[in-house]
Nanobody
Framework: VQLQASGGGLVQAGGSLRLSCAAS????????MAWFRQAPGKEREFVST???????SYADFVKGRFTISRDNAKNTVYLQMNSLKPEDTAVYYC????????????????WGQGTLVTVSS
């Protein structure tokens, strides 16, 4: 299983970014996909997940600002991030699980390499 995250960068507060995660080596359409993030000195935390049936879940701190989506034809999951805040600065990781609606990092066995998002004030 390979997960390749991209789309991170430097953005001003209030700006937007779209992260992408391309998967290979799995039957993408039957996997739940998720985004986690890890800020310096902090533990990895759940951001959002989308199931095979496109059900979604979000952490409270991103509700209304971030949107997760998936394109099964492209084996890709996206995270559209709007109204970014400096506290959103972190390395964002994508992950895959055969189980749906898992909100903890321990529930995911496949991880991408991470993409850095920096939000300046």
């Amino acid at each position: 299983v390979q997960l390749q995250a991209s789309g991170g960068g430097l953005v001003q507060a209030g700006g937007s970014l779209r992260l992408s995660c391309a998967a290979s080596g799995i039957s993408f359409s039957i996997y739940a996909m998720a985004w986690f993030r890890q800020a310096p000195g902090k533990e990895r935390e759940f951001v959002s997940t989308i199931g095979p049936g496109r059900s979604t879940s979000y952490a409270d701190f991103v509700k209304g600002r971030f949107t997760i989506s998936r394109d099964n034809a492209k084996n890709t999951v996206y995270l559209q991030m709007n109204s970014l805040k400096p506290e959103d600065t972190a390395v964002y990781y994508c992950a895959a699980s055969f189980r749906n609606m898992i909100l903890t990092a321990a529930g995911y066995s496949s991880w991408g390499q991470g993409t850095l998002v920096t939000v300046s004030s």
